[in-house]
């Protein structure tokens, strides 16, 4: 049986803003991680009737030595995380994103990065992102691939079929971080997990823009 994968970024439960935005996945994320590289994405969406302009700056910092951060807004990337900025015209039930990308260089290390985040001329009522990360380079258990974005398979579906939507490069790792397979840019990728322990995995899609990992849990 052939298991098919679309992936995408999962975080907790919606919150909502007195401000007319809502939080679709939530406004804390916590990762417990043990390979080189993570990135978590945070959700806003206009609730209201009215366009709005969307406006966030960093309320604090805690980095680890020897990591390095980049910072997407809707597609627009950089190699640090902003102090301030701005999406212009957010329109009724339209969906924006931030996304924090972490290169932890398997170096072990906490950090914590926080975003206020509110309507142009409602900073009285900012509500905060929060992005908390571990790096363990020996972890056994990434907790921080949080339970909603796993996917279990059974001795019937050890075939995997993962669309991504756009080219992307497919690895799959075990939870020493040591890699199991790497499969070249597509848009499909075909695993065949047979030959795989039962355990747990970590997925880890790289696109251009960024990477999403799941955990795999073989049964």
Not at 97 to 115: C, D, E, P, V
Request: aromatic fraction near 10%; hydrophobic fraction near 40%; charged fraction near 15%.
């Amino acid at each position: 049986m052939r298991y098919q994968i679309l992936l995408s970024a999962i975080l907790f439960t919606a919150s909502i803003s007195k401000a007319q935005l809502i939080y679709p996945a939530g406004q804390d994320s916590t990762f417990i991680i043990n390979n080189e590289y993570a990135d978590v994405l945070f959700l806003y969406k206009n609730a209201g009737t009215t366009a709005v302009n969307v406006k966030w700056e960093k309320l604090s910092e805690q980095k680890a030595t020897g990591w390095a951060f980049g910072f997407c807004n809707n597609g627009q990337c950089l190699s640090e995380l902003p102090d301030t900025g701005t999406y212009s015209g957010l329109q009724p039930n339209e969906q924006g994103f931030l996304k924090i990308h972490t290169f932890t260089n398997r170096i072990a290390g906490t950090s914590l990065i926080k975003y206020l985040i509110y309507t142009e001329g409602n900073r009285n009522t900012a509500d905060t992102f929060s992005y908390h990360i571990v790096c363990d380079p020996w972890a056994v258990g990434i907790s921080g691939l949080n339970e909603s974005g796993q996917y279990e398979l059974t001795q019937k579906m050890r075939t995997v079929v993962v669309k991504s939507g756009q080219p992307s490069t497919l690895m799959l790792m075990n939870m020493r971080g040591e890699q199991l397979l790497n499969r070249k840019t597509a848009t499909e990728h075909l695993l065949e997990l047979d030959a795989l322990h039962a355990g747990v995995y970590v997925l880890v899609n790289r696109f251009d823009s960024g990477t999403v990992c799941r955990k795999i849990v073989l049964r």
